[in-house]
């Protein structure tokens, strides 16, 4: 609990005062959201979802029963991560554990601030692993957010939640709670939590003033469906169709060439662009992965070792 720390999201409001009539206003900060972060070190490094803090003006973030006013060290859009800093000592940093071997059935708990209600616990288990999906960011470039090995559990996760840590039954950290699936908006026992192994990887990469990176083939595509595979008799009904390949990437490296419809790569079945981005970004930048592909009716296999987008 001392190490899940309410952040409050300020930002600017045009305000018309007495001197409106004169065509003058001023920008007033007003607290527009919240949501919930978790400290990394005693000196005050937090981790927390972009979402969170995306737009604002100004962050307050509620410490050890201190308020502090928080500058944002680095974001990854693409990620939903974030990491704050606040001018602390002696802050109790979280326990950091693994999101590599957890099981289905496996106790966790998530904490953070749901609708404002200050280090509240909610209990439940881990409901699956490896749920990869992605969501439209806020931003107006609209963007989208890849979440690539979620971890499912029905611990109560609500608005405010987010940023929060999921912990295990010894109260190591083992993921952010980033996401609710509701018609409600409201906990309905299916939230997701980005993998704390994952997480931890972009959050040092940002500490350490590095841009983050992700795994990449180096390629454009578009998706494939039976409708434009009958219009252009295409030899398959789905999967990624190569509309580009970068030069000295590592798809051009393993021969990939456009053209070509991208059906699986590992063990994923591929059957539009977005999945093809989901399963790349599930692996690491280095990974050697199997990628199935169509040719002119042809099905051919190539292994690829997964470049950087930095």
Same mark, same amino acid.
Request: net charge negative.
């Given at each position: 609990?001392?190490?899940?720390?309410?952040?409050?999201?300020?930002?600017? #409001?045009?305000?018309?005062?007495?001197? *409106?009539?004169?065509?003058?206003?001023?920008?007033?900060?007003?607290?527009?959201?919240?949501?919930?972060?978790?400290?990394?070190?005693?000196? *005050?490094?937090?981790?927390?979802?972009?979402?969170?803090?995306?737009?604002?003006? #100004?962050?307050?973030?509620?410490?050890?029963?201190?308020?502090?006013?928080?500058?944002?060290?680095?974001?990854?859009?693409?990620?939903?991560?974030?990491?704050?800093?606040?001018?602390?000592?002696?802050?109790?940093?979280?326990?950091?554990?693994?999101?590599?071997?957890?099981?289905?059935?496996?106790?966790?708990? =998530?904490?953070?601030?749901?609708?404002?209600?200050?280090?509240?616990?909610?209990?439940?288990?881990?409901?699956?692993?490896?749920?990869?999906?992605?969501?439209?960011?806020?931003?107006?470039? *609209?963007?989208? =957010?890849?979440?690539?090995?979620?971890? #499912?559990?029905?611990?109560?996760?609500?608005?405010?939640?987010?940023?929060?840590?999921?912990?295990?039954?010894?109260?190591?950290?083992?993921?952010?709670?980033?996401?609710?699936?509701?018609?409600?908006?409201?906990?309905?026992?299916?939230?997701?939590?980005?993998?704390?192994?994952?997480?931890?990887?972009?959050?040092?990469?940002?500490?350490?003033?590095?841009?983050?990176?992700?795994?990449?083939?180096?390629?454009?595509?578009?998706?494939?469906?039976?409708?434009?595979?009958?219009?252009?008799?295409?030899?398959?009904?789905?999967?990624?169709?190569?509309?580009?390949?970068?030069?000295?990437?590592?798809?051009?490296?393993?021969?990939?060439?456009? *053209?070509?419809?991208?059906?699986?790569?590992?063990?994923?079945?591929?059957?539009?662009?977005?999945?093809?981005?989901?399963?790349?970004?599930?692996?690491?930048?280095?990974?050697?992965?199997?990628?199935?592909?169509?040719?002119?009716?042809?099905?051919?296999?190539?292994?690829?070792?997964?470049?950087?987008?930095?």
């Amino acid at each position: 609990l001392p190490s899940v720390v309410n952040i409050d999201v300020y930002t600017k #409001q045009s305000s018309q005062s007495m001197l *409106g009539m004169m065509g003058q206003s001023s920008d007033e900060l007003e607290e527009s959201s919240l949501g919930s972060g978790i400290i990394l070190s005693a000196d *005050g490094y937090i981790l927390t979802n972009y979402h969170v803090i995306e737009g604002a003006d #100004q962050l307050k973030v509620n410490a050890g029963g201190e308020e502090y006013t928080a500058k944002v060290v680095g974001t990854d859009e693409s990620s939903d991560l974030a990491v704050l800093k606040i001018d602390a000592s002696n802050l109790t940093a979280i326990e950091i554990g693994s999101s590599s071997d957890l099981t289905v059935g496996e106790w966790v708990m =998530a904490v953070g601030s749901p609708f404002g209600l200050e280090q509240s616990v909610s209990t439940g288990i881990v409901s699956a692993t490896s749920r990869t999906t992605s969501a439209l960011n806020d931003s107006s470039s *609209g963007s989208s =957010a890849v979440y690539t090995n979620m971890i #499912q559990t029905d611990a109560a996760i609500n608005p405010g939640n987010s940023g929060g840590a999921l912990v295990d039954k010894d109260g190591k950290l083992i993921g952010v709670n980033t996401l609710i699936a509701s018609s409600s908006g409201s906990s309905s026992g299916v939230g997701f939590a980005i993998p704390v192994d994952y997480a931890m990887n972009i959050a040092q990469q940002i500490i350490d003033g590095k841009t983050p990176s992700h795994a990449q083939l180096g390629i454009s595509a578009t998706t494939v469906n039976s409708q434009l595979a009958k219009r252009y008799s295409l030899p398959v009904e789905s999967g990624a169709y190569v509309t580009g390949v970068s030069v000295g990437s590592s798809a051009a490296n393993a021969g990939i060439q456009e *053209g070509d419809i991208i059906t699986k790569l590992g063990d994923t079945s591929i059957s539009s662009s977005s999945d093809l981005v989901l399963a790349v970004r599930s692996h690491s930048v280095g990974d050697n992965v199997q990628i199935t592909y169509n040719r002119n009716g042809q099905e051919s296999t190539a292994s690829v070792t997964l470049g950087s987008d930095s």
